[in-house]
């Protein structure tokens, strides 16, 4: 897939157990085209059509408890991929998509994810394909 490739931001205290569960700057990032989103975080991914974000919003700063490594929210069962506490994007699903496990369950109705450049990540999925 070719498209703009976005890395995550990560907080120096963070990476040692990040790399523990395979999540390194070379195994992690968003990568949209005019079709998909793509994301790889370590041994996680998520993809889904374009045509399945609803919206974006800017979040965050976060406690590094509430967003280090994979996490499922307990109110909402959005997926987050964190690596920095700094903010990131909320990306939310028409239709819900898988992520944490293998398979097709559980299947989660929003994604945030800790980039270097949210602000490019949220104009990059709302802007029309190609434009």
């Known amino acids: 897939m070719t498209g703009?490739?976005?890395?995550?931001?990560?907080?120096?205290?963070?990476?040692?157990?990040?790399?523990?569960?395979?999540?390194?700057?070379?195994?992690?990032?968003?990568?949209?085209?005019?079709?998909?989103?793509?994301?790889?975080?370590?041994?996680?991914?998520?993809?889904?059509?374009r045509d399945n974000v609803a919206g974006v919003e800017t979040t965050g700063p976060y406690r590094w408890w509430r967003v280090a490594g994979p996490r499922l929210s307990a109110a909402d069962l959005g997926v987050t991929f964190g690596s920095s506490t700094a903010g990131g994007l909320c990306v939310r699903f028409v239709r819900p998509v898988p992520a944490l496990l293998p398979g097709d369950w559980p299947r989660h109705p929003g994604l945030t994810v800790t980039v270097a450049d949210s602000t490019a990540l949220a104009r990059a999925l709302t802007e029309p394909p190609g434009g």
């Open 4 to 49: 703009r490739t976005f890395g995550f931001r990560f907080d120096r205290p963070l990476r040692p157990a990040l790399a523990l569960l395979g999540v390194r700057p070379s195994t992690a990032w968003v990568r949209v085209d005019g079709d998909e989103l793509a994301v790889r975080f370590g041994p996680w991914r998520l993809r889904t059509g």
